[in-house]
């Protein structure tokens, strides 16, 4: 592997994308929909520049989702599920161990049940099963007399478990959204988006997102009511598709927004109970932030470190006792998994100084005593430090086997990765950003040797330099909080529909205070016509605290309203910045 130039680290320099405004555009728009220019300017630089097309994000409608018949397998798929149904005969769903696959078997779990299906629920554990379908799964479905082996969020590379199935007697059908492979494992049904012969419209749905229109079909082959039938899954579904990090474009969008507003009313008490415990105020909206980084990670951490199979539980209980005690107890996991991969990610870091291994396009690293449950956490922090693609894996000591995960940055596809250099991997696989395999603790090196040189040919020094993307540049004028009463037209933020992001240019900086938090830092900004900004940064406090009062910057910034008893005021959620008078 050769030396990849400089590198990036907390301090370093991002490299600012600003987009540029089309004024012409902006009015028109703005005219033929009666929004401010600042909105019609962000819809342009996303890419809206017809009326018709605007109007329906702005407007989503749930008569917009799509024709579920139009799922690959849909009708074999149907066929099968109600042919146990009227058989009276135990259907066996077969999950996953991170929140997408807790909310899919959730939901094929209720709705199953609701239509008189026999159903036995299973999520994996992922210390005893592993990823994926596991024999042992099969042989537990056989043998409690399961007809019908339905797995979600998973299953499209359990080629033998699924003809493992079919010898046990069983039908299989097969519900996923991870990249499908050469060819497709032997079910009677494989409903998976991202199937070469699918023409289904849309082809980033979650685990959760296929489970839901599977379902939603089935609602309309039975006559039920439909508007019933979103009301009672899409907060499950939102959970799934955001804590997944899908994009929230296209019928993501319809699930992320519909099932925001399900998830604040719902009376499901494992949700209601979650949601306390993550201190969520339902009396407010509740935003996509707040499922990514508060709900779905204690819904994770039970899968992490312990037994997934306690927030499935919790999100299939209809008893408030119950569902109290549990999502207590998923609060104490997420406590211990928070410290755990503290731990690692320090060891992590170390190890790859110690190594000589951060001058790399791609870093991997490996250690015995490391948490499998909680090494994907750490890549993405590695991810979020260095600015590469990373891997980390934990060794166990007795088969010597390296089990891991990995995330990307843009440009760089993980699940790619793995497949050309296949024959190194026992297993393997995953989304382009996002993926986990195994191997022998004998080819460690010989792996990292030969995805450095996939990444070699894959990217270039200028990939490995963090792009910060701003929509535009804006004086402090335009930014005021009506104007983000408006904004908040093109929720919900997330991965695909990022939260608005500003340029200011020339703010005098006026106080930089520190908080009790190191992490997080204040300051006061003055724009160059004398209006007065209150400012905080939660990732600039080791570069902002050198920073002396009096300079003047350049700040990327996220606009936001900061509400302390009952007052609303502006804030600037500072992005990066830059000394103004730098070339």
Not at 208 to 230: D, M, Q, R, S, W
Not at 261 to 267: C, D, G, I, K, P
Request: aromatic share 6%.
């Amino acid at each position: 592997m050769s030396n990849a130039g400089p590198l990036p680290n907390a301090a370093y320099q991002a490299k600012w994308v600003v987009g540029q405004r089309s004024r012409e555009a902006e009015i028109r728009l703005a005219g033929e929909l009666g929004v401010s220019v600042l909105v019609a300017a962000i819809l342009v630089q996303r890419g809206f520049t017809d009326a018709a097309s605007t109007y329906a994000f702005l407007n989503p409608s749930e008569q917009d989702f799509h024709d579920p018949r139009l799922l690959p397998d849909y009708e074999p798929a149907v066929k099968a599920i109600l042919g146990a149904r009227e058989r009276k005969e135990r259907i066996f769903v077969h999950g996953d161990y991170d929140v997408d696959g807790i909310t899919s078997a959730a939901i094929f779990s209720r709705f199953l049940k609701a239509i008189g299906c026999d159903v036995h629920t299973h999520v994996p554990h992922r210390m005893r099963d592993g990823y994926g379908v596991s024999g042992t799964a099969v042989e537990a479905a056989q043998a409690m007399g399961a007809k019908l082996f339905l797995t979600c969020d998973c299953g499209i590379g359990a080629h033998e478990e699924v003809a493992q199935a079919n010898e046990a007697g069983m039908t299989v059908v097969v519900t996923d959204h991870h990249t499908v492979g050469v060819t497709l494992p032997g079910a009677i049904a494989v409903v998976n988006v991202h199937r070469q012969d699918s023409v289904y419209p849309f082809k980033d749905l979650s685990g959760a997102g296929v489970v839901f229109k599977l379902c939603e079909g089935i609602t309309k082959e039975l006559g039920f009511p439909l508007a019933k039938y979103y009301r009672a899954y899409l907060d499950l579904t939102a959970l799934g598709t955001i804590a997944d990090v899908m994009p929230l474009v296209g019928e993501n969008r319809l699930i992320a927004r519909f099932g925001l507003e399900r998830l604040r009313e719902t009376r499901k008490p494992g949700l209601i109970a979650l949601m306390a415990a993550a201190r969520i105020d339902t009396a407010k909206p509740v935003r996509a932030g707040q499922v990514g980084f508060q709900l779905g990670p204690r819904l994770n951490a039970a899968g992490r470190l312990e037994d997934a199979a306690t927030a499935l539980r919790l999100l299939l209980t209809s008893e408030e006792a119950e569902a109290s005690t549990l999502a207590a107890k998923l609060e104490e996991i997420n406590i211990q998994r928070r410290a755990e991969q503290d731990r690692i990610a320090e060891e992590a870091i170390k190890l790859l100084i110690d190594q000589n291994a951060l001058q790399y396009k791609i870093l991997m690293v490996a250690q015995e005593g490391w948490h499998s449950g909680v090494v994907g956490i750490v890549a993405s922090r590695l991810v979020d430090q260095f600015h590469r693609p990373s891997f980390v894996m934990s060794i166990d000591p007795e088969t010597g086997l390296c089990k891991g995960s990995g995330r990307s940055i843009p440009g760089f596809n993980l699940a790619e990765a793995i497949e050309a250099n296949r024959d190194l991997f026992e297993s393997g696989g995953g989304h382009a950003m996002a993926a986990g395999c195994s191997f022998n603790r004998s080819n460690f090196e010989q792996i990292r040797s030969q995805l450095g040189a996939y990444a070699e040919g894959k990217l270039t020094d200028e990939d490995l330099v963090p792009t910060v993307r701003a929509d535009l540049e804006v004086t402090a004028e335009e930014i005021s909080v009506t104007a983000l009463e408006e904004l908040s037209k093109l929720e919900p933020f997330g991965f695909g529909n990022a939260q608005p992001k500003f340029l200011a240019r020339s703010v005098a900086v006026r106080q930089v205070s520190p908080t009790r938090n190191p992490a997080v830092v204040k300051a006061v900004l003055e724009t160059p016509t004398g209006r007065t900004i209150e400012a905080v940064s939660f990732t600039l406090a080791e570069r902002m605290i050198p920073t002396l009062a009096g300079s003047t910057v350049d700040v990327l910034f996220e606009p936001e309203i900061n509400e302390y008893q009952g007052n609303r005021r502006l804030q600037w959620k500072l992005k990066d910045f830059t000394d103004a008078s730098a070339p």
